[in-house]
């Protein structure tokens, strides 16, 4: 059974990184790159961190439903294919999914058993402080992520879990801690304890 996680964060927060960490320490995952019309910063790598397109693309991809969910972020749009669940689910991976305040609501309607984890950094000074630090965005710019994340922080109750990232590696081993613990939830577990079940039926006590 595959289990989805849904991760969100306010810009700077470190959630990337985070999920780049647990993906290296968990070949059981598998990450879902999300369409967007939004230009690649200088970082990013096409068909690894997005899937860029243009705006008349994903409008038609949207009327075709092939979107889990989709969302308008700062002008730009963003979505997840329905075919990266499918894919997972034939890989027998769970499924990480990076998107936003308003596209993980969506997908809690149409997935209520998806896991979703909320990483914010400690203070509104060290978001800035980290904004800052990448130099990718202009002064415009960091002041609407700033906004943007107080408000996409007021939404944390939406959420299963909250992390607050500190410290990278305590962060990557609680995000870890928390994969690990869903898997083993009651409801997830179900088959594979109906099978150890089925071993007893019928078969008298082995005499020693």
Same mark, same amino acid.
Request: charged content about 35%; proline content about 0%.
């Given at each position: 059974m595959t289990t989805v996680f849904i991760i969100s964060a306010p810009s #700077? !927060? #470190?959630? !990337?990184?985070?999920i780049s960490r647990l993906m290296a320490r968990d070949p059981r995952l598998r990450f879902s790159v999300s369409y967007t019309t939004r230009k690649p910063r200088v970082s990013e790598k096409p068909g690894e961190s997005y899937i860029y397109i243009t705006r008349k693309e994903f409008e038609e991809r949207r009327e075709r439903g092939e979107f889990l969910e989709q969302a308008e972020v700062f002008g730009n749009y963003y979505g997840t294919n329905r075919n990266v669940l499918e894919q997972a689910e034939r890989e027998g991976k769970d499924l990480i999914l990076d998107i936003d305040v308003q596209g993980a609501r969506q997908l809690k309607e149409s997935i209520p058993e998806a896991v979703s984890i909320f990483i914010l950094a400690p203070s509104r000074d060290?978001?800035?402080q980290r904004l800052r630090a990448r130099s990718e965005d202009v002064e415009e710019v960091? @002041? @609407?992520r700033l906004k943007e994340a107080a408000e996409e922080i007021r939404n944390y109750k939406q959420y299963d879990y909250v992390l607050v990232n500190h410290q990278l590696e305590e962060s990557v081993a609680t995000l870890a801690a928390i994969v690990k613990a869903e898997r083993?939830? @009651?409801v997830r577990m179900e088959k594979q304890v109906q099978s150890?079940? @089925?071993t007893f039926e019928d078969r008298p006590p082995s005499l020693f």
């Open positions: #700077g !927060s #470190g959630k !990337s990184t985070l060290i978001l800035e960091i @002041r @609407r083993v939830r @009651r150890i079940l @089925r």
